[in-house]
């Protein structure tokens, strides 16, 4: 059974820092994809950067520059260390996972992960 819980979560004021955390429980797998997602209300769920097992990363363009996705203890703790947040970035933060396919370079795409946590919020003020 695979689990994911998300914190860090938090308020901060445009300009600022947060860092965002996902602690996954699995069983151990040779390949795996994780990513940071981010939705608000009335908007589908978007990919905000993602990693895989072998340490590839991708971003959305609007998080270039400004997020940086890393993985510890063999990605079972997954973080999103964002600088410069700005007011479009308040939404729910959702961290997700998939071992079941092979990827050229990790996916931004909501429907490939198969696994989710619960969300935390983000919310930037101007």
């Known amino acids: 059974q695979v689990q994911l819980v998300e914190s860090g979560g938090g308020s901060v004021q445009s300009g600022g820092s947060l860092r965002i955390s996902c602690t996954i429980s699995?069983?151990?797998?040779?390949?795996?994809?994780m990513g940071w997602f981010r939705q608000v209300p009335g908007k589908e769920r978007e990919g905000v950067a993602s990693?895989?097992?072998?340490?590839?990363?991708m971003y959305a363009d609007s998080a270039k520059g400004r997020f940086t996705i890393s993985q510890h203890n063999a990605g079972k703790t997954l973080y999103l260390e964002m600088n410069n947040l700005k007011p479009d970035d308040t939404a729910m933060y959702y961290c997700?996972?998939?071992?079941?396919?092979?990827?050229?370079?990790?996916?931004?795409?909501?429907?490939?992960?198969?696994?989710w946590g619960q969300g935390t919020q983000v919310t930037v003020s101007s």
């Open positions: 997700a996972a998939q071992f079941r396919y092979r990827y050229e370079r990790p996916p931004l795409s909501r429907h490939d992960y198969h696994y």
């Open positions: 699995r069983n151990t797998y040779s390949y795996y994809c």
């Open positions: 990693i895989d097992s072998a340490g590839n990363t």
